[in-house]
């Protein structure tokens, strides 16, 4: 089964300044990746997807990620962050073959102004 | 379209009793899948539902349980409740195998 790997539960960042949330993955199978973001008591909302096509993935709110298979990794980036970008970030890898959707453990963004 | 769709939003219960958490998926999304999620355990993965079928299980205690109905809508039922189970359960729905998952909000279970 696939797994995922956040390397960082916390990352503490100024306004304005640029920020990279890492995600690495493990699978035996080609997989599908996303990064979600949760604010506090509510669900998680879906910020980005890699499905095939261009390594290079734009989402939601400014942020975007790049598909690496070779160092198997999904890292979540934005150039410019705000205050309101202050939430929990969430990692996922599922088999395109079920919908068996794994999670990272997550990364605490704080935007400090 | 309207969104998933969770009932109650919160819940107290007592240890012993049990509970039943409700999900309404987006329509014509007929996979339904259940996460606990706790600030020791992260987000883990309950049950995933399509077509009225358990297609999906993770590694529960046989107290957690659910079902789907034939428009989609899936109840979670927990059994003799622990201290333990209190979390937030969230449910997400999706359209087709391995694409992304859309959430509800979420309930917020207090077992005391």
């Known amino acids: 089964a696939q797994s995922v790997t956040q390397l960082d539960s916390q990352v503490p960042v100024f306004e304005e300044a640029p920020v990279e949330l890492r995600c690495n993955y493990s699978s035996s199978v080609s997989v599908y990746l996303f990064w979600y973001v949760q604010y506090p008591n509510q669900g998680l909302q879906l910020l980005l997807k890699y499905l095939s096509g261009s390594t290079l993935v734009k989402g939601i709110n400014g942020f975007e990620a790049e598909f690496n298979k070779s160092q198997t990794s999904f890292h979540l980036r934005k150039p410019s962050v705000h205050i309101s970008d202050t939430a929990e970030y969430f990692c996922?890898?599922?088999?395109?073959?079920?919908?068996?959707?794994?999670f990272g453990a997550g990364t605490r963004l704080t935007v400090k102004p | 379209k309207a969104g998933v769709t969770q009932t109650p939003r919160y819940l107290i219960k007592t240890r012993g009793q049990q509970v039943t958490l409700s999900c309404s998926p987006i329509?014509?999304?007929?996979?339904v899948s259940w996460y606990q999620q706790t600030p020791g355990q992260g987000l883990q993965f309950l049950f995933e539902y399509f077509s009225e079928t358990q297609r999906n299980k993770g590694n529960f205690p046989g107290r957690f349980s659910g079902r789907q109905f034939s428009n989609s809508r899936s109840e979670m039922n927990v059994s003799t409740l622990e201290l333990g189970d209190s979390a937030l359960y969230l449910c997400a729905s999706s359209s087709y195998l391995g694409y992304e998952q859309y959430f509800g909000p979420g309930t917020r279970l207090t077992v005391t």
């Open positions: 329509s014509g999304h007929r996979s």
């Open positions: 996922a890898v599922s088999d395109p073959n079920n919908n068996d959707m794994r």
